[in-house]
């Protein structure tokens, strides 16, 4: 699965999305998880550029 270097809306923490922390979150009346930042927990962030694996090519 793609992984992507994300970067926090409000303490412009760059780390991996993977990296975010799942928290509970009750929004619009149903139960849910979403990904916060693991710094400052702002739930808003931005992608900055997908991480590839490294792929080897063989020509
Ligand atoms: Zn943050």
């Known amino acids: 699965m793609a992984d992507y270097l994300v970067k926090c ?9 993977s990296e975010r922390v ?10 849910g998880n979403e ?3 693991p710094r ?5 962030y931005y992608r900055i ?3 590839k694996e490294p792929q080897e090519q063989n020509l």
């Open 40 to 44: 400052c927990a702002c739930t808003t």
């Open 35 to 37: 990904l916060v930042c």
């Open 22 to 31: 799942k928290k509970p979150s009750n929004k619009y009346g149903c139960y």
């Open 9 to 17: 809306c409000r303490c412009r923490n760059k780390h991996l999305e």
């Open 49 to 51: 550029e997908e991480i």
